[in-house]
Nanobody
Framework: QVQLQESGPGLVKPSQTLSLTCTVSGGSITTNNYYWSWIRQPPGKGLEYIGYINWSGSTSYSPSLKSRTSISRDTSKNQFTLQLSSVTPEDTAVYYC?????????WGQGTQVTVSS
C-alpha cells in the first residue's frame, strides 16, 4: 500500500516561498500512470487542487496558481516537492499530497501551513 507523508515549515512569512515535500513509501513515483498531486484546504473552505507531477515528470498546474507554483521530484529519494512563491495569508491552509492511479487513491495526512508575519 502506498503511503505519503508531507513535511515542511508550518509557518511562512508573507512574500516568501512555501516549500513542502511529500515522501512516498510502498510505491515508486516513476511507476507508469501514477499521478502525484498537491491539494490544499483553506480554513472553512473546500479542497483546492494545486497541481501534479506524473510518472514521467510532466507537470500540470491549476490556472489560478500556475504563475506561482512549481512541482518537482527527486527520484533517488522517492519524493516530490511543492514550491509556492509570493505567499499571502490567503495561502494559509492544510496542504495534502496525493497519489491517484486508476482506482487507487492515496492521501497524506496533511500538514498545516500558516502564512503570517
Amino acid at each position: 500500500q502506498v503511503q505519503l507523508q508531507e513535511s515542511g515549515p508550518g509557518l511562512v512569512k508573507p512574500s516568501q516561498t512555501l516549500s513542502l515535500t511529500c515522501t512516498v513509501s510502498g510505491g515508486s513515483i516513476t511507476t507508469n500512470n501514477y499521478y502525484w498531486s498537491w491539494i490544499r484546504q483553506p480554513p472553512g473552505k473546500g479542497l483546492e487542487y494545486i497541481g501534479y507531477i506524473n510518472w514521467s515528470g510532466s507537470t500540470s498546474y491549476s490556472p489560478s496558481l500556475k504563475s506561482r507554483t512549481s512541482i518537482s521530484r527527486d527520484t533517488s529519494k522517492n519524493q516530490f516537492t511543492l514550491q509556492l512563491s509570493s505567499v499571502t495569508p490567503e495561502d494559509t491552509a492544510v496542504y495534502y499530497c496525493r497519489m491517484a492511479s486508476g482506482g487507487n487513491d492515496y492521501w497524506g495526512q496533511g500538514t498545516q501551513v500558516t502564512v503570517s508575519s
